[in-house]
Nanobody, 128 residues
Framework: VQLQACGGGLVQVGGSSRYSCPLS????????IGWFRQAPGKEREGISC????????YYADSVKGRFTISSDNAKNTVYLQMNSLKSEDTAIYYC??????????????????????WGQGTQVTVSS
């Protein structure tokens, strides 16, 4: 399975942007897709996840109410809509896939080691 986060760039504070993560390969083996980000000098942070089985979505508190994860199964693509962007959202964003969940997805979706497929990151810079 291959993934690639697409759509990074420069966005103004308060603005919006949408990022996509097209999947290829044996995508039917993927149980869930997550979005992560890593800001300079900080650890990688899990911010959102969508279940491939029932479409359930999960968000970290840092993005809840501002970001929306969705999927288009016909296009094998997962999206991350980012609204009300803040300067602290500046980071490299990654999408990742996992074939199995080690626990309850709502509780473990931010655990990077659970994901066994990772795409190259895309830089998102939020500037005033």
């Amino acid at each position: 399975v291959q993934l690639q986060a697409c759509g990074g760039g420069l966005v103004q504070v308060g603005g919006s942007s949408r990022y996509s993560c097209p999947l290829s390969g044996f995508t039917s083996d993927i149980y869930a897709i997550g979005w992560f980000r890593q800001a300079p000098g900080k650890e990688r942070e899990g911010i959102s996840c969508i279940s491939n089985s029932d479409g359930s979505t999960y968000y970290a508190d840092s993005v809840k109410g501002r970001f929306t994860i969705s999927s288009d199964n016909a296009k094998n693509t997962v999206y991350l809509q980012m609204n009300s962007l803040k300067s602290e959202d500046t980071a490299i964003y990654y999408c990742a896939g996992t074939e199995r969940v080690t626990g309850v997805l709502s509780l473990v979706f931010t655990a990077a080691p659970m994901y066994n497929y990772w795409g190259q990151g895309t830089q998102v810079t939020v500037s005033s």
